[in-house]
């Protein structure tokens, strides 16, 4: 365990019955990085968490997590991370501080050392004044920092983070991934997954980029945007339905990619400045009003969109 990789992961493979949830999924996480696994819902991302938690087997392939096998040496697998999970699981009429006790006596915790360790999980997490109140009573972030507080009591090597920041208020989600950045400059390694690209721009070392069951990039933020070298990415709103002018955008010269949604559609193209004319030429031909344009430079959104001809939040 000195090639200096927390997670190595050897082509998974979980099915559900018919569905293929991961197929063929391989990627190597480096000790003290922070590394995101971006992809929409449905990607396969938990279910690739889930098997590296050992919460779920794979039907084939493997990984080790800090040089253990997931399939045959689960129990030291546990030791070593603290998984935070997509579904909250806290006990709503034990208080703050109550929840942490019950995990930490689950990990053989005991008296002065398990309140001394609640004490400094509950400051990192934010969460020292109300530690009095029951979880029930906590808002969806003070929940989720209490959920991330527990997978961090037996001071695990790696933490695995599965979208910590969906559904929660936008100070919960700064509070999270200054948590992240800071538990990583202490040391931590962090597997985090997300379908928000600024997060993974923000935090990650490396990331993955995963659609349907597979990885289909992977490298560092500016490695994965030169996938897409020029290409600016476009959005048009459109004052009628996208189809009434999208086959003819998409024949002009340097239009790449397209997606649309009702009357808001984007598009991957060389040179926006040469192109935008010809896109109003176009409405004006189609007989369709413009009435908003965006215009980005290439990020991983436009890489996802790349690379499966899809927006990253269409899900
Ligand atoms: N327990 C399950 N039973 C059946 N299908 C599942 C189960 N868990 C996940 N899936 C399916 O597997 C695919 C991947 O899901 P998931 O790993 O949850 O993706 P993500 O976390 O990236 O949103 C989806 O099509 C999902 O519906
Ligand atoms: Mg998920």
Redesign the pocket.
């Known amino acids: 365990m000195n090639n200096g990789k927390a997670i190595e992961v050897q082509d998974l493979h979980r099915h559900?019955?018919d569905?293929k949830?991961?197929q063929g999924v391989s990627f190597d996480v480096r000790q003290g990085e922070i590394f995101s696994l971006l992809?929409?819902?449905?990607?396969?991302?938990?279910?690739?968490?889930?098997m590296l938690s050992c919460l779920l087997q794979p039907n084939a392939g493997d990984a080790l997590v800090m040089g253990h096998s997931i399939t045959r040496r689960p129990m030291e697998v546990k030791k070593a991370i603290g998984v935070v999970p997509?579904e909250i699981a806290l006990y709503p009429d034990l208080t703050a501080r109550e929840n942490l006790a019950f995990w930490g006596k689950m990990y053989g915790l005991r008296g002065k050392t398990l309140g001394r360790r609640i004490d400094q999980v509950l400051e990192i997490i934010g969460l020292v004044e109300q530690q009095k109140r029951p979880a029930g009573k906590f808002s969806g972030g003070m929940k989720r920092r209490l959920n991330i507080g527990i997978a961090l009591l037996h001071k695990p090597q790696v933490i695995i983070m599965?979208?910590p920041t969906v559904g929660i208020d936008p100070q919960s989600r700064r509070h999270i991934l200054d948590n992240v950045k800071e538990l990583n400059r202490q040391g931590m390694t962090v597997l985090y997954?997300t379908?928000y690209m600024e997060e993974a721009a923000e935090l990650s070392d490396h990331i993955a980029i995963?659609d349907q069951?597979q990885i289909v990039a992977s490298g560092t933020h500016d490695e994965l945007v030169k996938i897409v070298g020029k290409q600016d990415r476009v959005e048009l709103t459109i004052n009628t339905e996208s189809e009434r002018v999208l086959p003819a955008w998409q024949a002009i010269d340097g239009v790449h990619k397209a997606t649309a949604t009702d009357s808001i559609i984007t598009l991957l193209v060389d040179e926006s400045d040469r192109v935008l004319p010809r896109l109003f030429e176009a409405a004006i031909e189609a007989k369709v009003h413009i009435t908003s344009v965006t215009i980005q430079e290439p990020n991983l959104e436009a890489v996802f969109l790349h690379l499966t001809g899809r927006a990253l939040r269409d899900g």
């Not at 992809?39 to 889930?50: D, E, F, R």
Request: avoid cysteine.
């Open positions: 559900f019955g569905i949830a991961v992809g929409p819902n449905g990607a396969g991302k938990s279910t690739t968490i889930s997509q599965d979208e997954t379908h995963m069951g």
